[in-house]
C-alpha cells in the first residue's frame, strides 16, 4: 500500500517559481524552484477508504491534495510504509522538503532522521499534536513545524466527556454483558456512579481542555479544576467555574475524574507515573487522549490493577499501531471493568478529517505562495517556537 507516483509537469509549472526568501539563503533569494518532493505519511485506509473518500487522512484518498499538487508540478509521495531504514519513509526523507504526517500513524521524526534530511524545511502535522517531530533538534535546523490548530479540538473534548461517562457509568463491562448473553444488574451497578456531585480536573486547558471544561458545565459536578502554568483569562474561567491549582499533587489528590488535554514534551512525558499515581484519590477515574507516553505505561496498568484507579480510557498510546501484546488492550480494575481503550481515532472523525485536510492545505499554500503563516499554526518557526504550549522557555 505505497503510493509511488511522480508529479505530471502542468504548464502552469513549467513557468519558474520564485522561491520564497524565507527558504533560501539571502543570497539565493532570487533563485528558480522547479518541483519539489512533497513527502505524506498517512494510515492505511484499506476497504473503508475505498468506499468512504471522506477517509481523507489515508494513503488511498491522500488528504485530497494529489490533483492540486500535480497541477503545480510537484512530487507527492504518499506511504504508511514509516518504521525501519528502508521504509518509504526513511528513503524519501533525504530528499523530501515538505514532510506531512498525521498524529493518527506518525512518522517519528527523530535528531537522527533530521540529521538524514537535508532538504526538508517544513514539517506539517495534518491535525493537533506535533510531538512526533524532535522539536528542539527541528529548532536548531531551521524547519519549521506547523499544524492545524483547532482542527479537531471539539472532536476530542466530545471524546472525553464520553470516556469519562463510560468510566464512571461503567458502560464497557455492561455492553460486554449483554452480547455474552448474561443479565446480572448488580454486577455493573456495582461499579456505577453519576458524574454529577464528582471533581473533575483538566491537566492543559488549552483549546480541548477549555471545551472540556465547557461540556461539562451542565453535569453539575462538585467542582472543576484545572493546572496548566498558562492560566486560563479569568473571564473564561469565570464562565465554566473553574478553580485553578498550582501544584500537581495537590491537584490530583482532589480530582474524582482526572482528564489529560496537554501536548506531549520534555515536561509532560511521564508525568503521570507511579509516584503522582499515589496522590490520586483511591479509585479514582483517569483518560488521556492526549498522548500515550504523558502517562507511564506499567503505573498504569499496575494502578488500574490494584483498583488505586477504577478506570483508564483514552485513544493514545506509547507507540502507534500498538502492538498486539500492549497490556492497555487488556488491563482491568480487579472488577473486570475500567478499560475504555480504542484506537487513536477521537480527532479523526469524518468531520475532523475535512477540517485538517483543508487546513494543510492552506499551510502548504502558504508555503508554496511565501506567504505569511496563521500564527495559531506556527508550532517552531524560523527563529524557534512560537508557541507557549510546549513546556515553560527562557
Ligand atoms: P493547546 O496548545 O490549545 O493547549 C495545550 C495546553 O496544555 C496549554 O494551555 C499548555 O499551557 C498546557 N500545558 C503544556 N504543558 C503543560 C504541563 N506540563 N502541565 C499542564 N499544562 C500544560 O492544545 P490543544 O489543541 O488543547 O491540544 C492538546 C493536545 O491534545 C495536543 O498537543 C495533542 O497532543 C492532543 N490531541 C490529541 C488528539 C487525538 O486525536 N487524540 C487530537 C488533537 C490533539
Avoid at 228 to 241: F, H, I, Q, R
Avoid at 349 to 355: G, K, P, S
Wanted: with cysteine; proline share 4%.
Amino acid at each position: 500500500s505505497t503510493y509511488l507516483r511522480r508529479g505530471l509537469l502542468s504548464s502552469a509549472a513549467r513557468s519558474p517559481r520564485l522561491l520564497s526568501s524565507t527558504r533560501l539563503a539571502p543570497s539565493l533569494s532570487q533563485t528558480y524552484a522547479a518541483g519539489m518532493k512533497i513527502l505524506a505519511v498517512l494510515y492505511k485506509g484499506g476497504e473503508a477508504a475505498k468506499q468512504e473518500s471522506r477517509l481523507l487522512g489515508t494513503v488511498e484518498n491522500q488528504l485530497g491534495i494529489r490533483p492540486w499538487l500535480e497541477s503545480l508540478g510537484h512530487e507527492y509521495i504518499v506511504t504508511d510504509d514509516k518504521e525501519g531504514s528502508d521504509s518509504v519513509f526513511q528513503k524519501h526523507i533525504v530528499d523530501a522538503e515538505v514532510l506531512i504526517t498525521t498524529p493518527f500513524h506518525p512518522a517519528y521524526v527523530t535528531r537522527e532522521i533530521i540529521e538524514k534530511a537535508k532538504n526538508l524545511k517544513i514539517c506539517i502535522t495534518a491535525g493537533v499534536g506535533s510531538d512526533h517531530v524532535d522539536l528542539n533538534a527541528a529548532v536548531e535546523k531551521h524547519i519549521q513545524v506547523l499544524e492545524v490548530s483547532g482542527s479537531n479540538v471539539v472532536s476530542v473534548a466530545e471524546h472525553v466527556i464520553m470516556s469519562i461517562l463510560l468510566l464512571v457509568r461503567n458502560f464497557v463491562p455492561a455492553h460486554e454483558m449483554i452480547e455474552r448473553g448474561d443479565w446480572q444488574v448488580s454486577d455493573i451497578a456495582r461499579n456505577a456512579y453519576d458524574l454529577e456531585g464528582k471533581v473533575v480536573g483538566t491537566i492543559g486547558a488549552g483549546r480541548i481542555g477549555y471545551r472540556v471544561l465547557q461540556r461539562l458545565v451542565p453535569f453539575n459536578c462538585k467542582e472543576l479544576l484545572y493546572y496548566d502554568y498558562n492560566a486560563l483569562p479569568e473571564e473564561a474561567a469565570k464562565a465554566v467555574g473553574v478553580r485553578r491549582v498550582d501544584d500537581l499533587k495537590d491537584f490530583v489528590s482532589q480530582c474524582d475524574v482526572v482528564t489529560v488535554n496537554c501536548p506531549l514534551h520534555e515536561g509532560t512525558r511521564g508525568l503521570v507515573n507511579a509516584d503522582l499515581l499515589k496522590h490520586f484519590k483511591k479509585g479514582a477515574w483517569l483518560v488521556n487522549t492526549a498522548r500515550g507516553a504523558i502517562c507511564d505505561k506499567d503505573a498504569v496498568a499496575e494502578a488500574l490493577k490494584s483498583g488505586q484507579l477504577s478506570g483508564y480510557a483514552g485513544d493514545v498510546w506509547n507507540v502507534q499501531p500498538a502492538p498486539k501484546d500492549h497490556i492497555w488492550r487488556t488491563m482491568k480494575n480487579p472488577l473486570g471493568g475500567g478499560n475504555g481503550m480504542v484506537p487513536h481515532y477521537s480527532g479523526t472523525t469524518l468531520d475532523a478529517q475535512q477540517r485538517y485536510a483543508a487546513g494543510t492545505k492552506s499551510i502548504l499554500e502558504n508555503y508554496l505562495e511565501n506567504k505569511p503563516q496563521e500564527p495559531q499554526n506556527i508550532i517552531i518557526g524560523l527563529s524557534g517556537y512560537e508557541t507557549k504550549a510546549y513546556g515553560v522557555r527562557k
